[in-house]
């Protein structure tokens, strides 16, 4: 089990929260638009309807991994991969970065923005500091973290 409720995940993950400008949202969607680290992303709103106002916000960023194309980089490769994060499609992305955190089913990784990656199966295992290469799975989901 990755969560057991939104505000726990929230609350647990608050310290890798993202800082960025939360854009206006049309009524009814369920994404937030949020801009952080030089890029938009479209995330599933899982903190409620109508609790993000436009302007600076802090949210964590969670995507769960696609483990094909999710990988540990080798020290020789790693020494070479800039950090780097793309947007794939409408709301997922990809990207290399460093491990901030690391458990058999969650990383948190820093790629432009702090990135809090889950897979149902276990994942290689990694500590603080290493580099991986990483893919997600649409949609990436956005916990509003309150000030």
Do not use: C, K, N
């Amino acid at each position: 089990m990755l969560e057991s409720s939104e505000t726990e995940f929230a609350s647990r993950y608050a310290a890798f929260a993202a800082q960025g400008q939360l854009y206006p949202q049309r009524e009814g969607s369920p994404l937030l638009e949020f801009a952080a680290g030089g890029r938009v992303l479209y995330l599933f709103d899982r903190t409620g309807p109508y609790s993000g106002r436009p302007g600076p916000a802090r949210v964590v960023v969670h995507g769960i991994l696609d483990l094909a194309g999710t990988r540990v980089l080798p020290p020789e490769e790693a020494a070479q991969a800039p950090e780097a994060l793309t947007v794939v499609g409408i709301s997922s992305v990809e990207g290399t970065g460093e491990v901030l955190h690391a458990g058999p089913h969650v990383w948190v990784v820093r790629s432009r923005v702090p990135l809090v990656l889950a897979a149902f199966e276990a994942l290689p295992p990694v500590q603080a500091g290493d580099r991986v290469a990483f893919r997600t799975l649409p949609p990436l989901h956005g916990f509003l973290v309150q000030s």
